[in-house]
């Protein structure tokens, strides 16, 4: 009976290998073992390619058969699966088979790494019930602050608490509110005074001006009249030596 992939084009062959390879890459750190499955039907796919139709490009089919077997011999090594021995430097390469034990025993590996799993996953179990258990140990002795009702009564404190420092805040913004009025009016009555008593300034000066020019006109006035008084006082000393004189003279 004839294989799918024994009748399938060249063309549909190297897409499928080059599907595979990418994901090889694309699990090649996360998932190495998926990686090298890919990586080792890639390989085999390619060997048989060139088996079937040696002329379809060449190649790009060596270069990825190159490209293969210097990415699957490390991680054979490093997955711990036997491989096939790498030639010397210089000496031909015969064409290597995959072994059909290798994959055999890449299974065996997985399987390994699954029981592996299971026991860390029946450790970490374990070990999360002994916490478990210590944990409840530790709560038995646990200090009175820390019982269920006295962090329900400190839970109340701090609720009432957090409201105070609420309604305070509150306060004390309304009271800056109106502190920065009270400091506006203060401003505006600052200004206010300043205007006025440069107003009283102005008028002051206006009055005093007016003032001094009353006394220098009363002044004057005065003075017109203390010489008229004066005139008025040596014309009655002349009547009166006049009259002395007619006196002494009289028989």
Do not use: C
């Not at 430097?89 to 015969?94: E, I, L, N, S, V």
């Amino acid at each position: 009976m004839v294989s799918a992939h024994a009748v399938e084009e060249p063309y549909e062959a190297y897409l499928r290998v080059a599907n595979q390879v990418a994901e090889g890459d694309r699990l090649y750190f996360s998932k190495p073992i998926e990686a090298l499955q890919q990586y080792l039907r890639a390989q085999q796919t390619l060997r048989t390619l060139r088996a079937n139709h040696p002329t379809w490009n060449a190649k790009v089919v060596d270069g990825k058969l190159k490209y293969l077997s210097e990415r699957v011999p490390p991680m054979m090594q490093q997955l711990g699966i036997p491989g096939t021995a790498v030639t010397p430097q210089g000496a031909p390469a015969a064409v290597p088979t995959v072994p059909t034990v290798g994959v055999a025993q890449l299974n065996r590996r997985i399987e390994a790494l699954r029981n592996e799993k299971l026991e860390l996953q029946h450790e970490l179990a374990k070990i999360e019930t002994e916490y478990t258990e210590k944990l409840r140990e530790a709560l038995k002795v646990r200090p009175r602050e820390l019982e269920p009702g006295e962090l329900a009564k400190a839970e109340t404190a701090n609720s009432k608490l957090r409201e105070q420092m609420v309604y305070l805040e509150s306060h004390y913004q309304k009271l800056d509110s109106e502190y920065k009025k009270v400091q506006a009016e203060m401003t505006r009555l600052e200004k206010d005074l300043a205007t006025t008593k440069k107003e009283n300034n102005e008028l002051r000066a206006q009055v005093d001006g007016k003032k001094l020019k009353e006394l220098a006109e009363e002044n004057a006035r005065l003075r017109r009249q203390a010489a008229q008084r004066d005139d008025l006082v040596k014309s009655l000393q002349e009547q009166i030596q006049k009259l002395e004189r007619l006196l002494l003279n009289a028989p």
